[in-house]
Every structure is written in structure tokens, then in C-alpha cells.
């Protein structure tokens, strides 16, 4: 005998500048909308529980993993994930420090990384952080390869250039 199914609910948000609308069942999770369904694959699960900052999205100028709201709880919000903020073709300033620096190893980490620097030095406009403020910005992403000086020099020279840019050198 199978169980009930629980109804899919519509739910309207924003998602890098983009109105877009999904039915989902009440139990699903942002995560799951923005990969599976929206395409969004930068945001990546690691432990699927809010400890590792793989999936951290921007939601209204918040920094939030994604593996712990629940996409009904999107409804009327604005999300930004890695795909806006910048492309292959025309980088982010902070994507492109991060490879100038080359902050990769094995990448897995990488895009939600990028989000809380963005959150850093976008979202809170701190364009001239100390090495303390990068790394409690930083403090909810575990990176396994072990990249963290990296991402304190590749934060730091994101924040050099984003400064030349909106000339407050
Ligand atoms: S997958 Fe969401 S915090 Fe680890
Ligand atoms: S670069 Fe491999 S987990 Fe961070």
C-alpha cells in the first residue's frame, strides 16, 4: 500500500535576477530546486546538514545553506548563487582572484567559498577586511584540500581590485 502524497505546492522566487516559478512538495529542499530542477549546479552538497558551507546561497543579503531551508520557505525572496555573479566569459573580480591565486584543488568547495567572499566584501561592502574578518566570513566553509591561505590571499586581492573598480583605493 503506498503512502499519501503530499501536494505539490507553486512557489515564486528570484533567482539571479529571474523570476522564476516551481511546484515542489512541502519537504523540498532549496538545494535540491536550484540543482534539479533550476540547473544551478554550483551549489554542491557535502554533509546535508549546515556544517560544511558547500551549498551557501545569498538569500535577501543573507548568507544561507541551502541543504536547510526548505524551497516553500523561498517563496517571495531573492537568491543569488555562483551563475550570478559572473561567467565563464566575464568573471567576477572575486573568481578571478581565486584563480589568479589559485585557491582550487580539487574545486568542491570552491563556489560556496566564493559566496561568503561576495557576501564579505558585496553584500556587507567591507572592501578593506583584515585577515580576521575574511576568515570569520569564511568560518562556515570547510574546504578538505586544505586551501584556506589560499582563500585569505585571493579574498584580499579580490578586495584590492573590487576597490580600483569602485575607486575607493
Ligand atoms: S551541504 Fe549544506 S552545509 Fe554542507
Ligand atoms: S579545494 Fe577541495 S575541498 Fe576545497
Not at 584563480?99 to 582550487?104: G, L, N, P, S
Not at 576568515?135 to 591561505?149: E, T, V
Request: charged share 25%; glycine share 10%.
Amino acid at each position: 500500500m503506498s503512502g499519501i502524497e503530499m501536494p505539490l505546492i507553486p512557489v515564486k522566487f528570484v533567482v539571479n535576477g529571474r523570476e522564476v516559478e516551481v511546484k515542489v512538495r512541502p519537504y523540498e529542499r532549496l538545494i535540491d530546486t536550484l540543482r534539479y530542477r533550476l540547473g544551478l549546479t554550483s551549489v554542491k552538497e557535502g554533509c546535508g546538514r549546515g556544517e560544511c558551507g558547500a551549498c551557501v546561497v545569498i538569500v535577501d543579503d543573507k548568507l544561507i545553506p541551502s541543504c536547510l531551508m526548505l524551497t516553500v520557505q523561498a517563496r517571495g525572496r531573492r537568491i543569488l548563487t555562483l551563475e550570478g555573479i559572473g561567467s565563464e566569459k566575464k568573471l567576477h573580480p572575486i573568481q578571478k582572484a581565486f584563480i589568479d591565486v589559485q585557491a582550487a584543488q580539487c574545486g568542491f568547495c570552491i563556489p560556496g567559498v566564493i559566496m561568503a567572499a561576495y557576501w564579505l566584501l558585496e553584500v556587507k561592502g567591507n572592501l578593506n577586511p583584515s585577515v580576521d574578518e575574511i576568515k570569520d566570513a569564511l568560518s562556515g566553509n570547510l574546504c578538505r584540500c586544505g586551501s584556506y591561505y589560499r582563500f585569505i590571499k585571493a579574498v584580499k586581492l579580490a578586495a584590492n581590485e573590487l576597490r580600483k573598480i569602485k575607486g575607493k583605493s
